[in-house]
């Protein structure tokens, strides 16, 4: 059955609307704040990003735990993100924004952007009329199915990732946050534990899915996080490729490290 909003002409339907920003010849706004007035050399980068994307009032805790989340998050050596920008930049260097961009495509469900899918959980947990036992579910699940539990396990940092438990451990000195998912992700540890008979670490992704949702911010917003924090970084991957290029390097190695099979003969062919 169509609704009578589906069925309106675009005409007849309310026009969309922003709250970021507007402009006249003079001045210019982010929301409610002038620029120029309010902003420049008073607020912090932070401050206003915070600003504009839980649009409304930011607390000074916000910021303390946002600026360690796009701290912990900004750099990670040689992964598939970097990796990516210094070869797009080997191969485009009047181009570096193209090379940042390919990095930021890997900010993804397996690396840097995994905090989504822990949120998720952790969103999920909360609502369980018995969120121990359902985390004790969810556990066996992702054991039976041989799946990573996302914002648990790290295949570097043994046998705690320390950046999580730092994290953590700065949260949980904030009186001004409600805690709430922070223990909630540390009883699904528990329970991770529980299931799998040894302790599975705390990831930094974890950690900052918890952090995240302490001030407010909405699962579904918290890879852009990870994307503002991780453009930082590939800039930063870019300036030593300049000064120290690797692009060719890395091609070279790939080239020598998987050595050409030719394909087998069409058996239909040669029947």
């Known amino acids: 059955m169509t609704s009578a909003t589906e069925s309106a002409k675009p005409s007849d339907r309310e026009p969309p609307v ?19 007035d309010d902003l420049l ?5 932070t401050e206003v990003l915070l600003m504009q994307i839980l649009g409304g009032p930011v607390r000074a805790v916000d910021v303390r735990i946002v600026d360690m989340v796009l701290v912990v998050l900004m750099e990670h050596g040689l992964t598939p993100s970097s990796i990516a ?27 840097v952007g995994t905090m989504e899918n822990c949120s998720r959980l952790l969103d999920h ?13 969810i556990a066996r699940q992702h ?19 320390p950046r999580a438990y730092k994290l953590l451990e700065l949260a949980k000195a904030e009186p001004e946050l409600s805690g709430e998912k922070v223990a909630m992700l540390e009883q699904f540890s528990a329970a991770i534990n529980e299931v799998f008979g040894r302790p599975i670490t705390i990831n930094a992704t974890g950690a ?23 453009a930082a970084g590939l800039v930063s991957h870019i300036v030593e ?26 058996r239909t062919n040669s029947q």
């Open 18 to 36: 922003t709250r970021l920003c507007t402009h006249t010849l003079t001045t210019l706004h982010y929301g409610n704040a002038n620029l120029v």
């Open 41 to 45: 050399g008073k607020k912090t980068f």
């Open 85 to 111: 920008t210094r070869l797009v930049y080997m191969s485009a260097p009047e181009n570096l924004q193209g090379a940042v961009a390919s990095g930021l495509l890997a900010v993804g469900s397996q690396f």
């Open 125 to 137: 947990l909360l609502a369980a009329d018995a969120p121990y036992a359902e985390a004790l579910v």
């Open 143 to 161: 054991k039976e199915a041989r799946k990573a539990i996302p914002g648990f396990g790290h295949h570097l940092h043994k046998p705690v990732d």
């Open 208 to 230: 900052v899915a918890a952090l995240l949702g302490e001030v407010g911010v909405r699962t579904d917003a918290m890879r852009g996080f990870a994307v503002i924090s991780r």
């Open 241 to 266: 490729e300049q000064e120290c290029p690797s692009g060719r390097f890395i091609w070279d190695t790939v080239e020598e490290a998987i050595p050409f099979v030719p394909p087998q003969a069409d």
